[in-house]
């Protein structure tokens, strides 16, 4: 091997070196709380599902108490890099907050929550199809989706929920698989 060859070679693998920390430190989804602080964080948890799911004519997810079915399943059922993930964008949230309003998210008004809430969820989703596939494959689902998706679960899944937030039939006689829903009608929790 002569030595143009050589050098071109160690400068091609520095290059990709540097270029692939850059890349993981851009995916990295940064620093996170200790889990055993999540329980310290039930009022920012409850302020977000409450953002997500708002009281209306019918419960919010503060009624249903959903965050402490979030606090639970990221606790218990949820594994490390998941963990990891989510407690980082509760940090994220709070950081955001902060430099961006200069007070806390349970502070903030219902139009700076939205803002922020919708902030993270443009920021969790790229423009560029493969680049979500490699994100959710690499480091899980973004903070905001995991957030989302327990926050509907917690809130379908309650006894709240379910009963007053959804139509409900305490005991369902048959299965039928396609009902048309009645004008205002809320969804189904059963049938």
Request: hydrophobic fraction near 40%.
């Amino acid at each position: 091997m002569n030595r143009k060859t050589a050098i071109k070679s160690i400068v091609a693998i520095v290059t990709l070196g540097g270029a692939s920390g850059a890349v993981y430190k851009f995916l990295s989804p940064g620093e996170a709380i200790p889990l055993s602080d999540l329980p310290k964080k039930k009022a920012l948890i409850a302020e977000l599902a409450e953002t997500i799911i708002p009281r209306t004519n019918t419960p919010g997810a503060k009624d249903a108490q959903v965050e402490n079915y979030i606090i639970k399943m990221i606790a218990e059922n949820t594994d490390a890099k998941m963990q990891r993930s989510f407690l980082a964008g509760i940090k994220s949230i709070e950081d955001f907050t902060i430099n961006e309003y200069g007070k806390p998210f349970t502070g903030c008004t219902p139009t700076e929550k939205n803002a922020v809430i919708k902030h993270f969820e443009d920021k969790a989703t790229y423009s560029i199809g493969i680049l979500n596939k490699v994100n959710r494959k690499f480091f899980g689902a973004p903070f905001f989706f995991h957030l989302r998706d327990l926050t509907v679960e917690g809130y379908c899944t309650s006894f709240t929920g379910a009963t007053q937030g959804m139509a409900y039939d305490y005991v369902p006689v048959t299965f039928e698989a396609c009902i048309p829903l009645q004008k205002n009608q809320l969804a189904w929790a059963t049938k």
